[in-house]
């Protein structure tokens, strides 16, 4: 947990991605790494959000992320749990009910969500994965 939150932090800061936000559930371990990747980025501020519990859908998260963003320079990085990163990513980029890869822990997706006749529709912009990175 910790080691990938490091890595994660770092292929943030090497990427010049920086989150205006970290949106992640109560349950310690969201709220450990969501606090982790803040100390390493320079105290992002860290958002405790129930929309997001397990079980939460699309709409949810959506209404979640766009409360605190007033414009579309600003993004947030969402800590959430498996099988709902899955599904958000699946309906999202997909429009499926599941994504098609396995979604390890600590993966990153970098999305960008935009809104035509009131549907949400997401491109992925960038991919890391720390479990992968030590592989190779």
Same mark, same amino acid.
């Given at each position: 947990g910790e080691r990938h939150a490091g890595k994660v932090a770092a292929f943030l800061q090497k990427n010049c991605?920086?989150? =205006?936000?970290?949106?992640? #559930?109560?349950f310690l371990?969201?709220?450990? #790494?969501? $606090?982790?990747?803040? $100390?390493k980025l320079g105290k992002i501020p860290v958002q405790v959000?129930? +929309?997001?519990?397990?079980? +939460?859908? *699309?709409d949810d998260l959506i209404g979640a992320v766009s409360k605190n963003c007033t414009d579309d320079?600003?993004? =947030?990085? *969402?800590? +959430?749990?498996e099988p709902d #990163?899955? @599904?958000?990513?699946?309906?999202?980029?997909?429009k499926e !009910?599941? /994504?098609? /890869?396995? /979604?390890?822990?600590? !993966? *990153? @997706? +970098?999305? !960008?969500? #935009? /809104?035509k006749d009131h549907q949400a529709s997401a491109k992925i912009i960038t991919f890391f994965?720390?479990?992968n990175s030590e592989i190779n």
């Open positions: 991605i920086t989150p =205006t936000q970290i949106l992640c #559930t109560p371990r969201s709220n450990s #790494t969501a $606090e982790l990747i803040s $100390e959000s129930t +929309a997001i519990l397990p079980g +939460a859908g *699309v320079k600003q993004w =947030t990085m *969402v800590c +959430a749990h #990163t899955s @599904y958000f990513l699946g309906r999202l980029l997909l !009910d599941e /994504f098609p /890869f396995p /979604f390890l822990p600590g !993966d *990153v @997706y +970098a999305i !960008d969500v #935009t /809104f994965s720390p479990i």
